[in-house]
Every structure is written in C-alpha cells, then in structure tokens.
C-alpha cells in the first residue's frame, strides 16, 4: 500500500484548517502557501473534501474554507477515503471471487484481510485534531533550516 500525493495534501490541508481558530474561514492561496500544495492538485482536492461534507466552501471576497465538523470528529481514514475511495489492500478482498477465481480457496487472502483491517482500524482512530497545524508546513520547514543565533551578537 503506498499512500499518494492527493492523500498527503489533502491530509495537510484539512490538518491546517483543523489548527486555525474554530469558524475561522481560510483562503485557498493561504493554504497552498503555508503547506506547499500545488494549485492545480489543491482545487480538486477541496472540492472532494466538501464533497465528503469534512469541510465547508465559502465563496466571495472573503471566501475560502472552513472545518465543517469539530476536528476530533474527522479521521484520517475518512479524509483518506474522501480522495482515493474506500481503503483497500488488496482488490479480491473487497471484491472477492468476482476479482479473483481462486479466492475461495485462497491461503492468503485472511493475512490481507487483517492487514487491510488494522491498517483502517488504525487511521480511523486519529483524528485531523490530534495532528493539527496552526502554523503550516512551509514555515515549520523554513524556521527549522535558520541558523541557530550565536550569542555574541
């Protein structure tokens, strides 16, 4: 299982907006700035996020986005599951002997299964407020890479 680019911007937006002030709405270029997501990948993620109804658009002047629930109540398995679909290991393991003729008699197929179980198990239990950013990938990046002051200035 490897977990994409629209997973990991899609956790970083939505993690960001967790780490701002309850209510406050966030432009969209604020949060590409501040965790380094590509326009183009961000506008379609958004949209999939408002879709999944994780987070609220708001349009004119002073529009942008917002939580749509309390942080603590979206998981990282929904956020996960709201751009790439249900989580799935391995394809016959939701879809069975219509994936796979060998599936009944697959030896297999219950260790992918369990992994498949504790890997969703373990994403729906962290929650977008146990990871919130206030202050933005970017910055945290650029603070970490000053030089440290001397002392003797």
Same mark, same amino acid.
């Given at each position: 299982? /490897?977990?994409?680019?629209?997973?990991?911007?899609?956790v970083r937006a939505i993690t960001y907006l967790a780490g701002q002030p309850l209510g406050k709405i966030v432009c969209k270029t604020e949060i590409e700035k501040k /965790?380094?997501?590509?326009? &183009? #990948?961000?506008?379609?993620?958004?949209?999939?996020?408002?879709? @999944?109804?994780?987070?609220? $658009? &708001?349009?004119?002047?002073?529009?942008? #986005?917002?939580? @749509?629930? !309390?942080?603590?109540?979206?998981?990282?398995?929904?956020?996960?599951?709201?751009?790439?679909?249900?989580?799935?290991?391995?394809?016959? +393991?939701?879809?069975?002997?219509? #994936?796979?003729?060998?599936? $009944?008699?697959?030896?297999?197929? $219950?260790?992918?299964?369990? @992994? /498949?179980?504790?890997?969703?198990?373990?994403?729906?239990?962290?929650? +977008?407020?146990?990871?919130?950013?206030? /202050?933005?990938? *970017?910055? *945290?990046?650029? &603070?970490?890479?000053? !030089?440290? !002051? $001397?002392?003797?200035?």
């Amino acid at each position: 299982m /490897q977990v994409g680019r629209r997973v990991d911007y899609a956790v970083r937006a939505i993690t960001y907006l967790a780490g701002q002030p309850l209510g406050k709405i966030v432009c969209k270029t604020e949060i590409e700035k501040k /965790q380094d997501i590509p326009s &183009h #990948y961000l506008s379609k993620i958004m949209k999939e996020l408002v879709a @999944a109804g994780l987070i609220n $658009s &708001h349009f004119g002047s002073k529009g942008g #986005y917002s939580l @749509a629930k !309390p942080p603590r109540e979206i998981s990282i398995r929904e956020v996960y599951e709201s751009v790439e679909g249900p989580l799935v290991i391995m394809p016959s +393991v939701e879809r069975g002997e219509e #994936y796979c003729p060998y599936y $009944s008699v697959c030896t297999q197929i $219950s260790i992918w299964e369990k @992994a /498949q179980n504790l890997v969703a198990g373990f994403l729906a239990k962290i929650s +977008v407020e146990d990871i919130a950013d206030q /202050q933005g990938l *970017r910055d *945290r990046f650029n &603070h970490s890479r000053d !030089p440290m !002051p $001397s002392g003797n200035e």
